[in-house]
């Protein structure tokens, strides 16, 4: 595969101006008629035309009327050549596709009785040959003909414009979609479908359609789905003064898809997964994760679909900022400092992990051999951390100033980052031209704080001191602009006052942002009688590694004290990796374990103040995963890892047991299901407080979980008993699976719930029992939430049952991944994923997961997806 550079952008030698598509469905085989009006670019470099095409069957290729022998084009695996045009010209191609044949589910396929698409990133090339590039804007107008009885729905972008019957039980129907798209954004959809339809009123008035198409056995699922849309309409105008810009909205669930969701302009496709919700099938996390996403592919219509990318270097400036979007409406929907952790604390996670891997890449990545692997967390959500940081810097209503210009400067247009920082900067007469190496400078960088407090002169000086390490072809950094919002405590946990030397007074309110753009600078504070603890890095004001030296008994002091909620957790997460990677290097030492009582008296607190804040103090509750632990040891060891973790929690367990006890059953309460912030977070403790009583492997807990599984009118609650139960070792496990199975099996959300439960499970044999559920019916390797249920929560989240001593973990992997990539190669790159951080581990698991690595890699024909990663990895 050839690597793609940004610096070889040249802009199209041709555009299209009107696109219009004529499809005679059939899952076996369809005819694709397309007629391009097209022209020269005046800006362009001249030169032949040169569409883009994969796995099309061409039948014919016509130009302004006259067809064209085969001489007359030249016509490869992936291109359309055409040479010698005139400036303006009418083009026609009939091409024809497969969708049965389609595993890639990229371009049209057939998932159960849907018809459906997925374009983006180059997936309209396996449609029609097209200049599948996102800078070529066009009008389409799509005519879809099938069969009335087996495909009576038949769906495409913007509105219904006229629809008509055959003699032979044919039907057919034409969409026009007036604003100008990329291909990416094209969609159709056919089938059998339910609606549910709903309406909104825009804040000009204008009555907006709204629909849900499901399968008709979903019917009862689309309620949340619905009102999340209105949410998001709604929020879009208050927070962004957007308004939606068509007659109609609609959303599609199908059950094979390689993502979430697909924000095609007014045709939305989702993952079913993520848009179907009952409060009998679906946990609080889906429900708020449905809310998300909702929200996420409505607010693309203006971030990506009116403003759009003008290359696909340029991906995170439509995703960046609708993560922030999305990120935002789920804050201001529900608890903002519960949202702001559980973002944080999965950037850390995940992209801290990709930064400091093999695929290390800049927000605004300069090459790439397969575009559909650079969707990643990097672009997502370091990209939406970049753009919460430029709201940082302008302000609150300096970034809506920002945007307002970029929306009404670029509608229309395929654009860059550069554009939308350009918009931030010049709205608020900023100069950010430092703050742009966020975009092109990959790596976490590291930032240092130092304390040194002046009894004498009553000052603070804080020095902050930046670093960034070594990432794949970056091995020098320039010092980033790096917002560190800051505030100063006192002895009795008050807010001091924050004034700088050569300030005449401090400032309003208790947090202000110190700009660091050297290597290293001092901020002195001053009018300080009494040493203040310096809070940094509130609410995360910048996507870094903070090393701060804290004490044990300065972190309890800020976990108890800090007005910043999200420090107040930040520093019992320190306090918690502090002990706990103490206390594996005893193990490691062969030494007794001994809880600190420091930690047992914090956890006490918290649990007694637990109804302040139920989900704030779930999350304090919760002990940093294995995988985050391993990324904070310079040799990660897994068992070591486990060993220390489950210990830890059992002997607080042990300690706490009556307050768990109490606290659950006052938290224990059967009511009808609600998706709302205190019921969420009232089920978040319970079932926390449950995990912490099952480690004491005592029957009455078991007993107290089988209770609340009997007893659960919801998902959330059913699914956390039967988490717990696949880890005790006993009949009660093999029951609760088998009830759960024969309750739910007709329900494919909740049979994925059921592979992830056993995928997860940390007793002995895990591996043997997901070999075997592989072969169970409810199990095909062709469908991705199937494979990311079972086989990626597996590897991915499991970490003491992945990385098992003989290599078995690696193996079952690699195997997968070759198998995979025959199906579906972008399921199969990420996949991958599991080894990102291979090199971290001891000598032995090296060895073996290079050899898995390498197995992989000595496959012949492995897709450009599995090969550009694979090789990345062992480079
Ligand atoms: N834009 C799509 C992602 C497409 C992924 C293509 N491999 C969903 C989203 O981010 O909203
Ligand atoms: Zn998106």
């Known amino acids: 595969p050839q690597t793609i550079y940004l610096a070889d952008y040249q802009v199209p030698a041709y555009l299209v101006k009107t696109v219009d598509l004529h499809f005679d469905l059939d899952p076996a085989q369809t005819l694709v008629s397309s007629k391009l009006e097209m022209m020269r670019n005046p800006a362009g470099q001249g030169g032949a035309l040169k569409l883009d095409g994969e796995q099309l069957q061409l039948h014919s290729v016509t130009l302004n009327g006259q067809r064209l022998s085969e001489a007359e084009y030249d016509c490869t695996d992936s291109r359309l050549v055409i040479d010698s045009l005139p400036d303006e010209f009418t083009l026609e191609i009939v091409t024809e596709i497969q969708p049965d044949q389609n595993t890639a589910l990229e371009g049209l396929y057939h998932s159960g009785q849907i018809l459906c698409t997925q374009c983006e990133a180059e ?137 979430g969701a697909m924000e095609n302009k007014g045709l939305n496709i989702f993952n079913a997964a993520c848009v179907l919700a009952s409060p009998e099938t679906a946990t609080d996390d889906d429900f708020y994760t449905i809310q998300s996403i909702v929200g996420h592919e409505y607010f693309h219509n203006w971030s990506g679909n009116r403003v759009t990318c003008r290359d696909w270097f340029q991906l995170s400036l439509k995703e960046g900022f609708t993560v922030m979007r999305d990120q935002s409406f789920s804050a201001d929907l529900n608890s903002a400092a519960v949202q702001r952790i559980d973002d944080v604390d999965m950037l850390r996670r995940m992209q801290f992990a990709e930064d400091a891997g093999p695929m290390a890449h800049p927000v605004r990545p300069d090459s790439y051999m397969e575009i559909s692997n650079f969707y990643t967390v990097t672009i997502y959500e370091k990209g939406a951390e970049v753009v919460r940081m430029l709201k940082t810097l302008a302000g609150d209503a300096g970034f809506r100033r920002g945007t307002d210009l970029y929306f009404a400067r670029h509608d229309g247009q395929a654009v860059t980052t550069d554009d939308f920082v350009s918009a931030i900067e010049e709205a608020n007469d900023l100069d950010l031209a430092q703050f742009q190496r966020w975009y092109t400078q990959a790596g976490t960088p590291e930032l240092t704080v130092e304390c040194n407090y002046n009894q004498a002169e009553k000052t603070l000086t804080v020095t902050l001191q930046q670093s960034c390490p070594a990432t794949p072809g970056q091995p020098e950094k320039q010092p980033f602009l790096i917002p560190v919002a800051v505030g100063l405590i006192g002895e009795q946990g008050q807010s001091l006052p924050l004034q700088l030397t050569d300030e005449t007074q401090p400032i309003d309110g208790d947090t202000r942002v110190l700009l660091l753009t050297e290597n290293q600078q001092n901020f002195t504070f001053i009018n300080l009688p009494e040493r203040p603890k310096l809070s940094v890095l509130r609410g995360f004001s910048a996507p870094v590694k903070l090393t701060q030296q804290r004490d044990n008994a300065e972190l309890a002091f800020m976990m108890a004290n800090d007005s910043d909620s999200f420090n107040r957790w ?63 040891m310079a040799v990660a060891d897994v068992d070591a890892i486990h060993a220390v973790r489950s210990f830890v929690k059992r002997s607080l367990a042990v300690t706490l047991k009556i307050r768990f006890e109490n606290l659950y059953q006052q938290l224990h309460q059967i009511k009808p299901y609600e998706f709302n912030a205190a019921d969420l977070a009232q089920r978040s403790l319970k079932n926390t407080c449950l995990s912490y009583l099952m480690t004491l492997t005592e029957p009455v807990q078991v007993e107290r979980c089988l209770a609340q599984m009997a007893q659960a009118n919801n998902m959330t609650d059913l699914l956390a008993g039967l988490r717990l139960i696949v880890d005790v070792d006993g009949p009660q496990r093999q029951q609760a699976l088998e009830s759960f199975y024969q309750q739910w099996q007709h329900d494919r959300q909740v049979v994925d719930k059921w592979l992830t439960v056993q995928a997860l499970s940390t007793l002995p044999g895990t591996l043997t029992n997901i070999k075997s559920l592989m072969q169970h019916p409810a199990f095909s390797l062709k469908n991705p939430n199937n494979v990311r249920a079972l086989i990626g929560q597996f590897c991915r989240n499991n970490p003491s049952q992945f990385h098992a001593r003989d290599g078995s973990g690696y193996q079952f992997l690699a195997e997968q991944i070759i198998a995979l990539d025959k199906l579906n190669p972008q399921v199969a790159a990420r996949q991958l994923g599991a080894f990102n951080s291979w090199r971290r581990y001891n000598a032995d698991r090296q060895k073996q997961m290079q050899a898995a690595l390498q197995m992989i890699a000595d496959k012949s024909d492995l897709s450009p997806d599995v090969y550009e990663i694979v090789s990345k990895y062992l480079a």
């Open 123 to 259: 997936g309209f090339r396996r449609i029609t040959y097209y200049p599948d590039r996102p800078d070529v804007l066009a009008v389409f107008t799509v005519t879809l003909t099938a069969d009335k009885a087996q495909w009576p729905i038949m769906l495409s972008n913007g509105n219904q414009v006229a629809s008509g019957e055959f003699e032979d039980g044919r039907h057919w129907v034409c969409w026009h979609d007036p604003h100008p798209k990329p291909a990416y954004l094209f969609a159709l959809v056919a089938g059998d479908l339910y609606c549910q339809q709903d309406s909104f009123t825009t804040m000009s008035g204008r009555q907006v359609t709204l629909q849900i198409f499901v399968d008709p056995e979903n019917k009862a699922k689309c309620d949340h789905a619905l009102l999340s849309l209105k949410q998001a309409m709604q929020w879009d105008e208050q927070a962004f003064g957007r308004e939606y810009d068509l007659d109609i909205f609609m959303i599609v669930a199908v059950n094979d898809f390689n993502m």
């Open 570 to 632: 930040d520093a019992g997460q320190t306090l918690f990796i502090n002990i706990l990677l103490a206390l594996i290097a005893e193990y490691q030492s062969g030494s007794t374990l001994v809880v600190p009582e420091l930690l047992t008296d914090q956890l006490a607190a918290i649990l007694d103040n637990a109804s302040v804040e139920p989900a704030l103090t779930a999350r304090m509750l919760t002990l940093p995963s294995e995988n985050y632990l391993a990324a904070q």
